[in-house]
């Protein structure tokens, strides 16, 4: 399947290092803005077809593009969108814009494989949602509760001006996507130098289940993540206390483009390409 | 002149913020009414009130608390005559729309508090409170953390953003008296006149009073302080000490240092649950760095995996874990017990 970039800045440019190690999804181009920008210099030297003049220009150079990967931001998206919904070509959101339903790959990509936006909600919630989803799989859960903590270097202008934004879609993903009745989510930034990984700690009331069926659900979930995110880990086994069940989750970059400590914009990127794999392998399938 | 009737320090009181830290964020509406009143009646200017953590806070992480943001500021807003309400916001837990409900329900001070390098996290909740027409004040948190001008480059983003004032926010009781001075210093070298600066201690190092007061001395005009010391750590600066301290050297902050003594004593020590005290495990807060408000977490982390709370909490400061990072607590708890007993499930 052949897949475009829009956007050349690090996220896009992670993306490209990721999609040369998946052999179905064939990465034809990437565009940008700006004709100085070195992510799209890379991209060229990389021999993709590169364009400065936004993604429409990219599309006529490759028309053969079935999917389209948006690394540029919230206010560029909806433009970008609008040009893919008219030429029905998909998009993977990568932008804190909020089309499309609400998706982590390991959890209900499934449902939403004809979706023509995704939506991949907040790093925090690529990397905590599917242990809320291993917990409400196992026993009904009333509350789920996640802390976020990621390295200062690694939070961009986009999270830094929208932090409401990100708690929010963070909280309402752990009900939508998660399985959880209720909802709550923080962020924390450390400045830590060198820079921390990426930390979350996930808490969740549960009514019934074992701790033997929460440790194989929860176990069985870090195999499926990591298998798109390898840096993903348990950080110690999970707590159980009372009601509750508590799990810690640390995020180790793949460090393809971003620097190691940046789980959480690795998470990001992988469970974007992971999304289009899954895309892709249903195409074939159906072939 | 009307020195004498002029404040030259505006105290804001957080022992109904600050304080809950104390009791695990356990204050009733009931307490919150006769502190609030004592503090109404004394003269000061701002009262704060609210979850330890700010708006929003309570939770599993940070501690649930015995009643809702709501209910507590309501209950202030029942028996506030003079003072204002102050609410606290942290971004990353509060957002606008717990700001927008703290203003509905009275509150016309807000305090937006980041750590002390993110201060542009911030920037929209200043904004949107001014936009409501409240008095705003910034907090750095952790502010022994980061060199004088590299915090006041920081408190110059907040000022920018439309802060009225700036506090130094001693969380983990770490500074000098020459590292405050140092900061008022720079604060005031990078901010334009009419924002004012502001100083919040603990008293980890027995620093609390004598730090508020030289911060006033080189041009603080913002204290906050805590009846009976009550807060987090070895708790805040003493609002009474502060007080008297500050009138014998010619400050005055317009409140009546008997009608405070008589808040401490008779309204706020009965709800403490114990006394601060600078023992083994906040002097170690204060020399390692650590938020005052980890103590009440490390120590359950302590009992619950049967390590040394000093150990714990100086780990977290050789992490240079922030305000906001209790799970750290329990995780770096259940690190220390698997080393030492090939084990990490609590017992």
Known sequence: MKVGIVGSGNIGMDLMYKLQRRPGLELVGVAGRSAGSSGLALARSHGYTVTDEGLERLLDLEPGIELVFDATSAQGHYANFAVLQARGIQCVNMTPARTGPKVVPSVNMMEHLDAPAINLITCGAQAVTPMVAAISRVAHTPYAEIVATIASKSAGPGTRQNIDEYTIATADGLVEVGGADKGKAIIILNPADPPIMMRNTVHARVDGGTQREFIESIEAMTAAVAHYVPGYRLKVPPLFRDDLVTVFIEVEGAGDYLPTYAGNLDIMTSAGVRVAELIEERGTAAA | ?347
């Open chain 2, 1 to 347: 002149m009307n020195a004498q009737t002029t404040p030259s320090v505006r105290l804001n009181d957080s022992t109904l913020r600050d304080g809950s830290h104390a009791i695990r964020h356990q204050f009733t509406p009931d307490d919150v009414r006769r502190i609030a009143a004592r503090l109404d009646r004394a003269g000061v200017y701002a009262v704060s009130v609210g979850h330890g953590d700010g708006l929003g806070a309570s939770s599993i992480h940070y501690g649930l608390a015995a009643h809702t943001d709501e209910e507590l500021q309501s209950a202030a807003m029942e028996v506030l005559q003079r003072a204002i309400l102050c609410a606290v916001l942290v971004p990353g837990t509060g957002t606008k729309d717990h700001l927008r409900a703290a203003f509905d329900r009275g509150a016309r001070l807000l305090r937006v508090a980041t750590h002390c390098t993110e201060a542009d996290i911030g920037i929209q909740h200043i904004g949107l409170g001014r936009e409501l027409g409240m008095e705003v004040h910034s907090d750095l948190m952790m502010a022994h953390q980061i060199p004088p001008a590299e915090l006041a480059r920081q408190a110059r983003i907040m000022a920018d953003a439309g802060a009225n004032g700036v506090y130094i926010m001693d969380t983990a009781g770490a500074l000098t008296i020459e590292d405050a001075v140092a900061r008022v210093d720079a604060f005031r070298e990078a901010l334009p006149a009419d924002v004012e600066v502001g100083i919040h201690a603990h008293n980890n190092l027995s620093l609390a009073v004598a730090i508020s007061v030289e911060a006033v001395r080189a041009g603080a005009t913002l204290v906050d302080a805590c009846l009976a010391g009550m807060g987090a750590g070895a708790g805040n600066c003493q609002t009474e000490a502060l007080v008297a301290t500050l009138e014998r050297m010619g400050f005055p902050t317009g409140t009546d240092l008997w009608a405070l003594q008589d808040a401490a004593d008779d309204a706020v020590r009965p709800v403490m649950t114990q006394p601060p005290v600078i023992d083994r495990s906040t002097l170690t807060l204060g020399f390692a760095g650590v938020p005052s408000s980890f103590l009440l977490h490390a120590r359950k982390a302590s009992e619950q995996f049967g390590v040394d709370e000093r150990e714990i909490l100086v780990e977290l400061g050789r992490r240079k874990a922030v305000g906001g990072q209790e799970d750290m607590i329990i995780q770096i708890a259940a690190e220390l017990a698997s080393e030492r007993m090939g084990v990490s499930q609590p017992t």
